[in-house]
């Protein structure tokens, strides 16, 4: 847990949870905040298995996997080849697009770029290209006070990235999916009390309503839970993931998009995943357990 991401605080969160709750199953846990001497750290621990709750970089884009590949360690969540593919935004429509799996259009721009004009006919988006928990996302808009063209100096990721991803803004609604398995746990609505569902949205207690199940229509919430099973299948991911949405609910289920595929989501009180869990009757220690579980099988939960 820990690390240097920018998501480190939330992986500290997410892994004291873990360990008191593995702790409570009669599991004997290290507690490792991870540095440069990890390797050294994990050959001291010998660990059984390897519970693996960091977020961003290097956790979850396949360092840290190949990390425990070449240690001959067993590992949480998904593998090296599914993490890489699936933190890289571009990587990722590569691989789902093709497959039938709704998803924006967009496409890469030098952040230079921005400031002679802009990529896309405004509102758009721009995000990192493998950053998580809406790190880095800026929406630009005519009203927007980033500039027309977005000025050098104003604040935004242009200034933090050489390169970033240009996405048509989708009007409407947010909706997650999480996955444990084989199994679409269901659908959640996300409400900011205001602005949009940004970092500080996510991780800060009362600034969201997390409404399950979402008041959707069942079509939406039956094509939600097929792609994010679809999506977690095809990039080949493991233990728990979570795909999430963005619904124009003037279009029906045609204006149903899928953003991104998190394979290391939050485990923290606010998150998304274990409250879903807990909708249909799992607690938190069960969630935790059936994680570890399909890890030390090496198969998929069914």
């Known amino acids: 847990m820990g690390g240097w991401s920018a998501e480190r605080e939330v992986s500290l969160t997410s892994g004291a949870g873990i360990a008191e709750a593995l702790e409570s199953l009669g599991h004997r846990v290290t507690r490792i905040d991870m540095d440069r001497d990890v390797a050294a750290r994990l050959a001291e621990a010998r660990p059984d298995l390897v519970f693996n709750a960091l977020h961003g970089t290097p956790g979850e884009d396949g360092s840290i996997q190949g990390l425990l590949d070449i240690m001959g360690l067993r590992y949480t969540h998904s593998g090296l080849a599914t993490s890489v593919i699936a933190i890289d935004k571009v990587l990722t429509k590569q691989a789902l697009v093709p497959q039938g799996v709704p998803m924006p259009g967009g496409r890469i721009v030098a952040s230079e770029e921005l400031y002679a004009g802009d990529p896309l006919t405004r509102p758009y988006v721009l995000k990192p290209v493998n950053e998580g928990s809406s790190v880095g996302v800026a929406i630009v808009t005519n009203e927007g006070n980033y500039g027309n063209p977005i000025s050098r100096d104003a604040t935004g990721p242009?200034?933090?990235?050489?390169e970033l991803l240009a996405e048509p803004y989708i009007r409407g609604r947010e909706l997650t999916t999480a996955v444990l398995g084989q199994t679409a746990l269901g659908v959640t609505e996300l409400r900011p009390k205001s602005g949009w569902y940004d970092y500080d949205a996510k991780y800060t207690d009362g600034l969201t309503d997390h409404i399950f199940p979402a008041p959707v229509p069942g079509e939406i919430t039956d094509a939600c839970k097929a792609?994010?099973?679809?999506?977690?299948?095809?990039?080949?991911?493991?233990?728990?993931?979570?795909?999430?949405?963005?619904?124009?609910?003037?279009?029906?289920?045609?204006?149903?998009?899928?953003?991104?595929?998190?394979?290391?989501?939050?485990?923290?009180?606010?998150?998304?995943?274990?409250?879903?869990?807990?909708?249909?009757?799992?607690?938190?220690?069960?969630?935790v357990q059936a994680i570890v579980d399909e890890a030390m099988r090496g198969e998929a939960l069914t």
């Open 158 to 162: 242009w200034q933090e990235f050489d």
């Open 227 to 287: 792609i994010a099973l679809q999506a977690h299948r095809l990039l080949g991911c493991k233990g728990c993931s979570r795909s999430d949405f963005r619904w124009d609910d003037e279009r029906g289920v045609d204006g149903l998009f899928l953003l991104e595929v998190n394979t290391q989501p939050g485990m923290t009180p606010l998150s998304l995943v274990p409250e879903q869990a807990r909708h249909i009757g799992m607690s938190y220690p069960a969630l």
